[in-house]
Nanobody
Framework: QVRLVESGGGSVQPGGSLTLSCVGSGYDDYATYIMAWFRQAPGKEREAVAGINNGNSKRVADSVKGRFTISRDNAKNTLYLQMHNLKPEDTGMYYC??????????????????WGQGTQVTVSS
């Protein structure tokens, strides 16, 4: 059974940093699957944050470009999201997601079929 578990969320002041992690389990060949981070703020639709594929090709949403970095450690079945210079508008529930294998990097949630439970990020002074 595919399982994705996020961690690392918390409350920080504007300008602060956090690193989120997402550990995948219950399936083989972790390295071949596309992965991504999405977020959802209260009262808003879920939006893509960053994606990565098996070849380490990355895509980042314009709203977080230059502040957020996505990476993966295939030996640990772990996806990361480093977040710097956090802003109040970054507040929300952050989800990791797994898509298909040997696919181009994607920020379209239709390309992802497994989701974690989320980890909350709150940016407030």
């Amino acid at each position: 059974q595919v399982r994705l578990v996020e961690s690392g969320g918390g409350s920080v002041q504007p300008g602060g940093s956090l690193t989120l992690s997402c550990v995948g389990s219950g399936y083989d060949d972790y390295a071949t699957y596309i992965m991504a981070w999405f977020r959802q703020a209260p009262g808003k639709e879920r939006e893509a944050v960053a994606g990565i594929n098996n070849g380490n090709s990355k895509r980042v949403a314009d709203s977080v470009k230059g502040r957020f970095t996505i990476s993966r450690d295939n030996a640990k079945n772990t996806l990361y999201l480093q977040m710097h210079n956090l802003k109040p508008e970054d507040t929300g529930m952050y989800y990791c997601a797994r898509g298909g294998s040997w696919r181009p990097t994607s920020l379209n949630e239709r390309d992802f079929d497994y989701w974690g439970q989320g980890t909350q990020v709150t940016v407030s002074s």
